[in-house]
């Protein structure tokens, strides 16, 4: 009872609530469903009272109103972890700015670098112990609310109670002001459609997971066409250990494949960082029992991640270069997505015994105007962000089959890269790796 008369005294409209923000404040808005869209709305109203206030977050869906409304940028400035869509438009435009990380090392940064003036972000009803879940927006939003001089929530409905520890949640005495906005509706990101090139390459890995293994799974077509070839397979008892939980698991699961039988640790039990997807994606795993939250600093750690045996990581790349640097988040110098957990994935990975990381891609792709392109370069040449650096590089994939760079000097990487390129372009990534001195004139053709 004394939660519930706490929880009365603090709740306000957004337009109070957002008086808690001053000029020069950092804010955080934390991850895709804790947007708080009503408290951004009336802080957007604020801009004339407001100059320099800094507002941090990530795979954001927008609109965000702090930008619509102030194009130059005089009284608020966005910043964000990790471009969705709406960000990478803004970030195009100049009027958003992205913030190079590593998802593993997000506590760290707010714990040591960064300021917490205000965190105003939606959460789930609370419970009868006086906590409200962060939701699919956990594992990144946590660290903000830890290190937060003032706590804002907007507490949303439709935001589901996952099961986790007391750092994927927030109690009300922490908390200056709440916010109530009904059921409304959650960010929903829609599978894509498996393509035929989806399809080779997820065929392609199919042979490398073995049963019982824990699977790391990337958003996209090829990861929803492995999840399909999943379910219609023999495999049985996978594991789910994930940064980011999307509609795929849940496919799994549905087919009878995903029961965290055979983990290593947390037996019986998907571990999840994030969760974007449908809502019935939200549906399972709202206060269920067997799939647990945890903050990123945790399921991204790569010691834990090499403490699974068989640890599969399956993620997508735009980019590779002949000497087996991977490009996963930028198209020269404009920014589409971010370093992300990748690099948390691919060093955890490589250390668990059996453990594979798998870095896919298209082997071509074709611009505007109807150009075709290789997606295997000779060099990054146009400032590319390199995402994994050649030393991590270990199985790389495309629609022509997989190659293991591990351990392999530079004329091995170019053959074999060469070898999953589209035939159009292999002869002259031969002609380009003989003139970078990294191609032996016996090299197989």
């Not at 608020?76 to 869509?85: I, K, L, M, P, R």
């Not at 960082?273 to 709202?286: M, N, Q």
């Not at 198209?331 to 453990?355: A, C, E, H, K, P």
């Not at 792709?365 to 146009?382: A, W």
Request: aromatic share 8%; with cysteine.
């Amino acid at each position: 009872m004394q939660y519930k008369e706490e929880y009365k005294s603090k709740l306000t409209t957004p337009d109070e609530a957002v008086k808690l923000v001053k000029s020069g404040d950092w804010v955080d808005y934390g991850s895709n469903n804790s947007m708080p869209i009503s408290l951004d709305s009336a802080l957007a109203l604020r801009k004339n009272e407001l100059h320099g206030v800094k507002i941090r977050g990530n795979l954001l869906p927008g609109p965000i109103q702090i930008i619509e409304c102030d194009p130059e940028m005089e009284h608020f400035v966005y910043n964000t972890w990790h471009c969705g869509a709406y960000e990478r438009k803004m970030c195009d435009a100049g009027r958003a700015f992205f913030i190079p990380m590593l998802f593993r090392n997000l506590d760290a940064y707010y714990r040591y670098y960064l300021d917490v003036d205000v965190a105003m972000l939606s959460v789930s009803p609370m419970d009868d112990e006086g906590y409200f879940s962060l939701g699919g927006a956990l594992g990144a939003a946590s660290p903000s609310l830890i290190h937060a001089k003032k706590i804002i929530l907007e507490v949303n409905e439709a935001i589901p109670y996952i099961v986790g520890g007391p750092e994927t949640k927030i109690h009300v005495s922490k908390v200056d002001a709440i916010v109530e906005v009904g059921n409304r509706k959650l960010w929903e990101m829609s599978s894509p459609k498996p393509t035929e090139t989806d399809i080779r390459i997820a065929n392609h890995i199919f042979p490398y997971i073995p049963n019982g293994a824990t699977i790391q799974l990337g958003i996209g077509g090829m990861p929803n066409a492995l999840g399909e070839i999943i379910a219609q397979s023999d495999l049985k008892d996978l594991g789910m250990h994930t940064e980011l939980c999307s509609d795929g698991y849940y496919a799994l699961f549905k087919a009878g494949k995903l029961t965290n039988a055979k983990k290593s640790i947390h037996k019986g039990k998907g571990i999840l960082g994030l969760a974007i997807g449908s809502r019935e994606l939200y549906d399972w795993i709202s206060n269920n029992d067997d799939v647990v939250g945890y903050p990123l600093n945790y399921v991204n750690d790569p010691a834990v991640i090499a403490s699974m045996d068989n640890f599969i990581s399956i993620n997508g790349c735009l980019n590779v270069d002949l000497y087996g640097q991977v490009c996963s988040e930028s198209s020269g110098t404009r920014q589409i997505s971010g370093t992300g957990g990748q690099l948390d994935f691919v060093t955890g990975s490589s250390d668990s015994n059996g453990g594979k990381s798998f870095l896919c891609m298209s082997s071509t792709y074709t611009d505007r105007k109807g150009v075709v392109h290789s997606r295997i370069l000779p060099k990054f040449e146009n400032g590319d962000i390199i995402t994994t650096p050649r030393a991590q590089t270990l199985y790389v994939a495309t629609e022509y089959g997989v190659v293991n760079l591990a351990g392999r000097s530079t004329w091995e990487r170019a053959e074999a890269l060469i070898s999953i390129a589209d035939p159009k372009f292999q002869d002259e990534l031969i002609a380009a790796a003989n003139a970078q001195k990294i191609w032996l004139p016996s090299n197989k053709r």
